[in-house]
């Protein structure tokens, strides 16, 4: 399928409807899959995509998934800073939601490696009466000055936007066996993101009624970056479990 968006490039996507649908469930729920650097020649049907499709489109998720702009068939060129493939990606959801045609209650941006870097260029949506969440997959912390044109102040930026915003709901999984960030490395910046979202959620009970933030962080032992194997598996049960 073809996405047309309004900012002069058009993707090419897939749209894998869910495998399981219950009538008594009320909620309409679409999830957009990011793939890794298309400059390494990431594209939409990178394995680790295709594990993660199988538990949303079980737990009744609409799951939409596409090349980012100058790859396999998709329109435009890559930029170096994936700060356009941001706008991309709002457009992409905009375009999901009208796609499926009914009211969408639920809507989850999960990235993988690159992907999940632009994924938190995404907000949470400012209608409450539709939940905004994030699954990040091997967050590439330890490349991201590079694999961002040295913007990676922007990008740690908005990931403190994101988890300070009272509606967010997050998930961090990684594996401590990270070809491109050290289990260290991870393990300070769980620590930095934990504080961060508590001072948030301290700041959020203040005020009645308001929602807080919440964040998940789950490390698999012996997990690459790549999740092969029983790692896979383990990363879909987790995925499956969370949503």
Not at 2 to 23: H, N
Not at 54 to 61: D, E, Q, S
Not at 67 to 73: I, K, L, P, T, Y
Request: proline share 5%.
């Amino acid at each position: 399928m073809l996405i047309d968006i309004d900012i002069g490039v058009t993707l090419k996507g897939e749209y894998l409807p869910p495998t399981i649908t219950d009538p008594s469930e009320q909620r309409v729920k679409v999830a957009i899959c990011l793939h890794p650097w298309s400059w390494l020649g990431g594209n939409m049907h990178d394995p680790v995509l295709d594990v993660l499709a199988k538990p949303l489109r079980t737990k009744g998720y609409h799951v939409f998934r596409y090349n980012s702009r100058g790859v396999g068939g998709s329109s435009g060129w890559p930029t170096l800073t994936g700060l356009t493939e941001g706008k991309d990606l709002e457009a992409v959801v905009d375009w999901s939601v009208g796609y499926v045609q009914v009211k969408i209650s639920d809507v989850v941006i999960v990235g993988y490696s690159y992907g999940s870097l632009i994924a938190t260029l995404f907000p949470s949506l400012p209608n409450t009466q539709i939940k905004t969440s994030h699954i990040l997959i091997s967050y590439p912390l330890g490349p991201r000055t590079y694999l961002t044109l040295f913007r990676s102040s922007t990008y740690t930026s908005k990931l403190r936007e994101l988890l300070r915003s009272e509606h967010s709901n997050v998930l961090v999984v990684y594996g401590d066996g990270d070809e491109f960030t050290s289990a260290k490395s991870y393990e300070s910046w769980g620590k930095e993101l934990t504080e961060l979202r508590k001072e948030s959620d301290a700041h959020l009970s203040v005020e009645q009624g308001q929602e807080q933030s919440r964040l998940t962080l789950c490390c698999r032992p012996g997990a690459s970056h790549f999740w092969r194997g029983r790692h896979g598996v383990w990363l879909a049960e987790v995925v499956g479990k969370w949503v």
